[in-house]
């Protein structure tokens, strides 16, 4: 059994392993093209978050459908990476968190207390032709709050249910608090520029028009950011914000693989063929970073699931050298 090694003078030296000489060079090459293969390996990895679009792109197209990701660390903002980050999505249960900001800045404003009283009601107005329409326990994800319409509960209450457990009821009843358009406009002065509050839960008159609640990655980021580095309003209010949005009960994406020390702030949408999640995500002792999972048209939402979980442990991973 024999090899070559080509030397700088291009003369083939023929050594048998059996030899002390061969035996040593053998050992040498050996060493030299397994370090080699080690270091092409670790070069093929991920090493920022920049790094990560091409293997993210490729995990998306092995799942028929559409999707928007958005990814910023906090303490180093050239580390964002963006991927359909202006395609507009319907909004889902996203929508409910320009909501929450906008009922703390309108309570910073005095115009109410957060611990002001409303009532639970079940009749809204479609902003096609203000004819009214109401909710269904069964289509909502919080059906406990059917049971006190006619009763009294403060704007915490309902703001806390509209985010943890994504009631829509509680939804409908402080977007008429607050307004969409005024939600939507301070959207705006906060630097996300196409996201559309535009009306309450199951509108369906304006659902037929394709009159959507609509965002893209981009302005879940700019917003969530914004929520993150507390300049949401107050640092009071993005404080409170950020403790509301960590005690979402729908966890099966961003949080779902991540260690349990890891906390997440995040608040996630679903209807047909769409699963959104955007959160804050705070690694102890490490960086931190702001993602945003849009999705839609998707044929298999289990699979889209699975996979945008995926694309949460990769961007952990990543952000935290981990992988």
């Keep these: 059994m024999e090899f070559h090694y080509w030397g700088d003078s291009l003369l083939s030296v023929r050594l048998s392993i059996f030899h002390p000489v061969g035996r040593r060079y053998g050992a040498f090459l050996f060493l030299f093209f397994a370090l080699l293969f080690f270091a092409s390996e670790i070069n093929a990895q991920p090493r920022t978050v920049v790094d ?47 909501v929450m900001v906008e009922l703390y800045r309108q309570a910073h404003e005095g115009r109410f207390s957060l611990d002001d009283s409303i009532e639970v009601k079940n009749e809204f107005r479609s902003i096609v032709n203000g004819s009214p329409y109401s909710l269904t326990p069964e289509d909502d994800s919080y059906e406990e709050l059917y049971d006190h319409i006619g009763e009294k509960r403060s704007i915490r209450t309902l703001m806390r249910a509209m985010i943890t457990v994504s009631s829509n009821l509680a939804t409908n009843i402080l977007i008429e608090k607050v307004g969409a358009e005024r939600t939507t406009q301070t959207m705006r002065e906060y630097g996300a520029d196409s996201i559309q509050v535009r009306r309450g839960v199951e509108d369906m008159n304006a659902y037929r028009r394709g009159l959507n609640n609509e965002t893209t990655a981009h302005d879940l980021l700019v917003i969530l950011e914004r929520i993150a580095r507390g300049n949401a309003v107050s640092a009071e209010a993005s404080s409170e914000m950020i403790d509301i949005l960590r005690d979402q009960e729908y966890n099966d994406m961003i949080p779902a693989r991540l260690p349990d020390s890891v906390d997440v702030a995040h608040k996630t949408g679903r209807i047909t063929g769409v699963r959104h999640d955007g959160g804050i995500v705070v690694v102890p002792d490490g960086p931190s970073y702001v993602l945003v999972l849009l999705s839609k048209n998707l044929r298999d939402e289990t699979a889209g699931i699975a996979t945008l979980a995926r694309l949460s442990r990769l961007v952990f991973e990543t952000v935290t050298n981990e992988g």
């Design 52 to 98: 990560l679009k091409d293997q993210i792109q490729t995990t998306l197209d092995s799942v028929e459908g559409d999707f928007a990701v958005a990814v910023r660390t906090l303490d180093d903002t050239t580390e964002t990476l963006l991927l359909n980050e202006h395609e507009m999505f319907h909004a889902a249960s996203t929508m409910k968190v320009p």
